[in-house]
């Protein structure tokens, strides 16, 4: 047989090969299909039954006042004067 001959007989069994493969292997199967519908309303029921949850308030900030502490803490602030003024 000529090289040419057994280089198109190889690749034409290649193409069948791959064809088969994909019908058998890789084609997904009305089983897989059914399961992946259910799964996706199954998750869409959830999500649509998840209740709303409010922001998340701080209650520290009303509780205490906005108050700066250099302004309570600072004994020289009318005593001192600085004298590179």
Same mark, same amino acid.
């Given at each position: 047989?000529?090289?040419?001959? =057994?280089?198109?007989?190889?690749?034409?069994?290649? $193409?069948? /090969?791959?064809?088969?493969?994909?019908? #058998?292997?890789?084609? &997904?199967?009305?089983?897989?299909?059914?399961?992946?519908?259910?799964?996706?309303?199954? =998750?869409?029921?959830?999500?649509?039954?998840?209740? $709303?949850? /409010?922001?998340?308030?701080?209650?520290? #900030?009303?509780?205490? &006042?906005?108050?700066?502490?250099?302004?309570?803490?600072?004994?020289?602030?009318?005593?001192?004067?600085?004298?590179?003024?």
């Amino acid at each position: 047989m000529d090289k040419k001959k =057994i280089i198109e007989i190889v690749v034409i069994l290649i $193409v069948i /090969a791959s064809i088969a493969y994909w019908f #058998t292997v890789m084609r &997904p199967t009305e089983q897989a299909q059914r399961q992946v519908e259910d799964t996706t309303q199954a =998750i869409e029921q959830v999500a649509e039954s998840t209740p $709303v949850v /409010a922001p998340e308030t701080n209650p520290v #900030t009303t509780a205490i &006042p906005a108050v700066n502490p250099l302004e309570k803490t600072n004994p020289f602030k009318n005593k001192y004067e600085n004298p590179f003024n």
